[in-house]
């Protein structure tokens, strides 16, 4: 729902300010629709039926996977793609993964949404819509964004959104913000958030050189600054700073690259998640079970602490920007 235009309706409609806030209440605990509002007179909920569209985002396709994962993928009002997923686990949790972007203007090598066109930032209300269409499905508890684009870049939104998630039942603490380490939004993050919302940083190579070539904003932005100034956040919030690591087979899945990764994080302040990588018809292939236990243990050795990540969704195209991009070759393979 677009709250800019719910208020503006409002007070167009002469509503007292309280009205804006029933209706986010309503919308943040998965309320169906303005019908199910009934503590708003009806005429009222009829001006918003005709005003105020319930969400900003229309589902275009939404997969399930035999794990209980599902994936949606969205449109904005003016066409542009958005996915989101919804994670199932055993002990019950449930974890939305967000976009921030339709598509993405950085270009890592290994990953399908870099490999898409642009189109823009997404506003608050459009991110929020994402995680209230699995509301409506189901209590949610945990947010990652780890979708679509580079939250950095559009961080007063994924800021605006994040800080309205607690009202789904979703806590800062359970809130994770992924980065590939864009420094001026990186540092308005150290500096300006209180909230205790989790700091995620994709590193994918501790050697200069290796990152370069994968994530090609690391000649921009290079990895030990970066590093610097995520140690300075989990100093202030005392919490560790997680760091992603995608395994490509034959890349940067070297018990020397281990070594290097372990001398560059030390034992205190980082966890790492080494994540099997998701083939997207890439270059990339993902690196064999027993080369990522070898290099977990040689982070075991050097007291980094690590868990290797669970893959979900693998039959539904989940990762990150693939139904996308999927859905875009499928239209261009079919005659006009
Ligand atoms: N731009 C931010 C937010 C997106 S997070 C960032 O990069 O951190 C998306 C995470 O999923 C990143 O850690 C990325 O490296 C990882 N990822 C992207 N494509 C993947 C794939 N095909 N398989 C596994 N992980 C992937």
Redesign the pocket.
Known sequence: MDLTLLESALSALGEPPYRARQVWEWTAHGAAGYDAMTNLPRGLRDELEANVPFSTLAVETERQSRDGTVKTLFRTTDGHPVEAVLMRYRDRRRTLCLS?QSG?P?T?T????GQMAFGRNLTASEILDQALHFRRVEPVDHAV???M???MLNFDEVLAAARRLPDLGITHRRTTI???GWLPGLKRFVEEVDEPIRL???V?AANEKLRSRIMPVNDRYPLRDVVEECRRYAATVNRRVYI?Y?MLAGVNDAPEHARELAELLGPDDFKVNL??????GSVYQGSSRERIAVFKAVLDRAHVPATVRLTRGRDIEA????LAAARKTKRAASPV
């Open positions: 921030s993405c950085l890592c290994f990953c399908a949404t964004f780890m979708g684009g580079e939250p992924s980065t590939v995620a940083l994709s994918h992603e995608v994540i099997p990588y998701n083939p997207t990762a990150c920007g693939q």
